[in-house]
T-cell receptor
């Protein structure tokens, strides 16, 4: 079982460049999430998608856009990268049931110079 | 979402039992308590979840008093591989039927010493 797969694992960008972080899950989960984690900090929610075709802002959405391409895939786009977006990005998915379990990917480590 | 408070860090020697307490004074009736573990350079991983009293699995135990205003994650006989950050989360997993958001605080950094 692959679970939640994120690509790329590492990326270095120059200020102003754009890129898309990819996330795919093979667990048939309805909900998917994008978080960022800065050094020594907890995770902060950027965007989430309750189901295919819907997306909503989380705690820190500015500077990001998302696309729920289908049930499996949820991408995060940085249109014009800034040094403040240097972080580790995690994608997660969840089945909507009483068990409060999110399954996380391995993360994408992004540096913006 | 209920706010949680955990110690920033804890140290323990190998082989000891570790108890990490989380305070959640404004927990709501439908809220569950969930704990995650995060190793360096990895995403968080679910450990255990409970609503009341005691829950035990192969990894940990979760103790929840009757008033549910706090909970304690218990790790028996820790080893070096248990060194990680532990997060306590509180919320109703069915609220919004999919719009449920998990709020991760800074967690508790557990360091296991040989």
């Amino acid at each position: 079982n692959a679970g939640v797969t994120q690509t790329p694992k590492f990326q270095v960008l120059k200020t102003g460049q754009s890129m898309t972080l990819q996330c795919a899950q093979d667990m048939n989960h309805n909900s998917m999430y994008w978080y960022r984690q800065d050094p020594g900090m907890g995770l902060r929610l950027i965007y989430y998608s309750a189901s295919e075709g819907t997306t909503d802002k989380g705690e820190v959405p500015n500077g990001y856009n998302v696309s729920r391409l289908n049930k499996r895939e949820f991408s995060l786009r940085l249109e014009s990268a800034a040094p403040s977006q240097t972080s580790v990005y995690f994608c997660a998915s969840r089945k909507i049931d009483r068990q409060n379990i999110q399954y996380f990917g391995a993360g994408t480590r992004l540096s913006v110079l | 979402l209920a706010k949680t408070t955990q110690p920033i860090s804890m140290d323990s020697y190998e082989g000891q039992e570790v108890n990490i307490t989380c305070s959640h004074n404004n927990i709501a009736t439908n809220d569950y308590i969930t704990w995650y573990q995060q190793f360096p350079s990895q995403g968080p991983r679910f450990i255990i979840q409970g609503y009341k009293t005691k829950v035990t699995n192969e990894v940990a135990s979760l103790f929840i008093p009757a008033d549910r205003k706090s909970s304690t994650l218990s790790l028996p006989r820790v080893s070096l591989s248990d060194t990680a950050v532990y997060y306590c989360l509180v919320g109703d997993p069915l609220s919004g039927a999919g719009s449920y958001q998990l709020t991760f605080g800074k967690g508790t950094k557990l360091s296991v010493i040989p």
